[in-house]
């Protein structure tokens, strides 16, 4: 469950992705924040729709927001695609995955709910799935799903909805699929 995640470790990075220690969730996240290594999986059926999961309200951080199909952390030395396989089997029941490592995001944003504070070092993984691929969300973790369209994700004026990362791991996702992907840095 998500308050019991708030005690496993993290791994703190540098700004270029080096580790530098590690730290427990709520440590880690609690204001001004330590960067962390983290990671958000983003899933493209055939159609170039992407899932969302609406978080839970049990969420810790960024609660009842939209956000990619799955985000996490990596423990200490743990490679982040099983990290990343694990917590989509665990949070959609999405098994038998191969995923791409197409970038980072290095982010900053506070929760103005619940006074977390993300910043995080976040690798961006894509998939593709179909629909049958999602078999059991757990309401732990996710209040429910949906498919969007990306170009009507990136226009979307209520960033009040989605999670503050969202944006920029999609076009980091997006630009995997053009040629070009490069990494991003932002502060938000």
């Known amino acids: 469950m998500s308050g019991e995640r708030e005690h496993e470790l993290v ?9 530098t220690g590690s730290a427990t969730v709520a440590e880690a996240h609690a204001a001004p924040g330590r960067l962390h290594r983290a990671f958000s ?3 493209f059926d055939a159609a170039g729709r992407t899932l969302l999961q609406q978080r839970s309200a049990a969420k810790t951080r960024f609660p009842s927001r939209w956000a990619n199909a799955c985000c996490g952390h990596p423990a200490p030395g743990e490679p982040v695609a099983t990290a990343a396989v694990r ?16 970038g980072v995001l290095v982010y ?6 619940t006074g977390r504070t993300e910043r995080e070092y976040d690798h961006v ?18 209040a429910t799903v949906r498919w969007a369209d990306p170009a009507e994700l990136l ?8 999670a503050p990362w969202l944006s920029g791991v999609l076009e ?15 502060d938000r």
């Not at 917590?87 to 197409?102: H, N, P, S, T």
């Not at 226009?155 to 989605?162: C, F, N, V």
Request: aromatic fraction near 2%; charge should be negative.
């Open 155 to 162: 226009a979307a004026e209520d960033a009040t909805a989605y």
């Open 125 to 142: 993984l894509v998939g593709r799935v179909g629909a049958s691929m999602i078999t059991k969300p757990d309401p732990a973790e996710v």
């Open 172 to 186: 980091i996702a997006l630009a995997s699929i053009a040629p070009g992907a490069a990494a991003v840095d932002r």
């Open 41 to 43: 999986v983003l899933l």
């Open 87 to 102: 917590r989509l089997a665990e949070e959609l029941g999405v098994r038998d995955i191969e995923l791409a490592d197409v």
């Open 11 to 19: 791994e703190l990075v540098s700004a270029a992705g080096t580790p």
């Open 108 to 113: 900053a944003a506070e929760d103005p709910v």
